[in-house]
């Protein structure tokens, strides 16, 4: 069988640097356990403008909607602050994002025991946190018709309109089940059914998909703003959280701050299964391309790397590879090992981006 391709768009400032981490991650998985991929490697955002005028050039587009998946770094820097908005950098993501229909995106968040200490909630709330939070991501009240700001007698107006229709809610809460049945086998889906119409639909789809093909699933509803009280309250009783484009985006990046770090966070993006059953799939980091930290070895590469393992379960069905490759990072973190951005108040010497990959690579060898 034909190996499966991986399509590597390291973009720009740090994105590079992270992402030469995870080609060696991803070469040792080939040498040592036999999973090998075919990589390739192009050009986003502002690397892709300066060698086309264009943050994301045809050609690549159609090798994405090829690849078995795709991994990106980061977009953007100052270098492209005065683009035409036509041609920014973080176009060329949002134009993958578009066309590969990406309409399920996967935060989770997971904290580190070694790493506790760095959530601004304490130690015994989030230590050993594993929750993965499924947000709609192509339709919803940023993109529903009519918007805009209207002149309405003497004063304007500012219109957006909350609106899905029966079949995006359908495909994401399939989406959600899906990956709970990979990890914990619960979902809690959030809505505001009590106050919108949406909100009603969202739980009468969620809950049928559930009793036709997920039975085995256990499924609760909760109103968004108590999911988000819950959140920071006990975040621990959750497996998967199911919520649409507005909730979402606010409840996942509450979610990250139970774990502390941006360099340690990990997403993912998913569309419809192809033929294979595989979804699309674009895995990032959530953090950008820093270029306060650009070029100086810095950067902490492990958000990318655990991208790279969101990659080998939810693109490949290597759970247990995966599993591997997070507790080889537990035990680096745990041995100390620290980037800059995780030193602590108890100071000490930070490593190196490329001494992250070394410690991460040999904790890899010593799980053999
Ligand atoms: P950022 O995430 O790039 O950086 C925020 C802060 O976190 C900086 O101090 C940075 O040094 C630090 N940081 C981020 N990732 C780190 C890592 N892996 N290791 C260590 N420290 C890390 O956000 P920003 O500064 O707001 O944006 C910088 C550029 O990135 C902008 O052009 C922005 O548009 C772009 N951006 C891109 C994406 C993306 O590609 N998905 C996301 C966010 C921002």
Redesign the pocket.
């Known amino acids: 069988m034909a190996n499966p391709t991986l399509l590597i768009l390291a973009?720009?400032?740090?994105?590079p640097e992270?992402m030469a981490q995870v080609t060696r991650v991803i070469d040792w998985f080939g040498a040592k356990r036999d999973l090998a991929f075919d990589v390739e490697h192009d050009l986003v955002?502002g690397a892709a403008y300066d060698k086309h005028g264009t943050p994301l050039h045809d050609d690549t587009m159609a090798r994405a909607l090829e690849a078995d998946a795709v991994l990106?770094?980061?977009?953007?820097?100052?270098k492209?602050?005065e683009l035409d908005f036509s041609v920014k950098?973080?176009r060329g993501?949002l134009r993958l994002r578009k066309e590969m229909d990406l309409f399920s995106n996967l935060r989770p968040a997971q904290c580190f025991d070694a790493l506790a200490d760095f959530s601004s909630l304490k130690k015994d709330i989030v230590a050993g946190l594993d929750i993965m939070i499924v947000r709609e991501l192509t339709s919803g009240v940023y993109f529903g018709e009519p918007r805009g700001i209207i002149e309405e007698g003497n004063e304007r107006v500012g219109i957006n309109t909350q609106r899905y229709t029966e079949s995006e809610i359908d495909r994401v809460a399939r989406s959600a089940f899906e990956l709970a049945r990979r990890r914990g086998n619960k979902v809690c889906s959030m809505e505001k059914a009590n106050v919108m119409e949406s909100g009603i639909l969202w739980r009468e789809v969620v809950q049928r998909v559930h009793d036709t093909d997920y039975p085995d699933v256990e499924l609760s509803h909760m109103y968004a703003d108590n999911g988000a009280m819950q959140l920071v309250r006990a975040p621990k009783q959750f497996d998967v959280i199911l919520t649409d484009n507005l909730f979402g985006d606010i409840l996942s990046d509450c979610a990250a701050m139970l774990t502390g770090?941006?360099?340690m966070l990990p997403s993912a993006s998913l569309g419809a299964p192809n033929a294979d059953g595989r979804p699309k799939a674009l895995y990032?980091?959530?953090?950008?391309?820093?270029?306060?930290?650009t070029g100086q070895g810095?950067?902490?590469?492990?958000?990318?790397i655990l991208s790279f393992a969101m990659a080998l379960r939810y693109s490949f069905d290597q759970g247990d590879e995966a599993a591997r490759l997070e507790a080889a990072i537990e035990k680096v973190l745990a041995d100390g090992a620290r980037?800059?951005?995780l030193m602590g108040e108890e100071g000490g010497t930070p490593i190196s981006t490329s001494d992250m990959g070394d410690a991460i690579l040999a904790a890899l060898d010593a799980s053999l």
């Open positions: 973009g720009d400032g740090i994105g992270v955002g990106l770094g980061a977009v953007g820097g100052p492209y602050d950098p973080e993501l770090s941006l360099g990032e980091p959530v953090h950008g391309s820093a270029p306060d930290i810095k950067a902490n590469p492990i958000a990318c980037t800059a951005d």
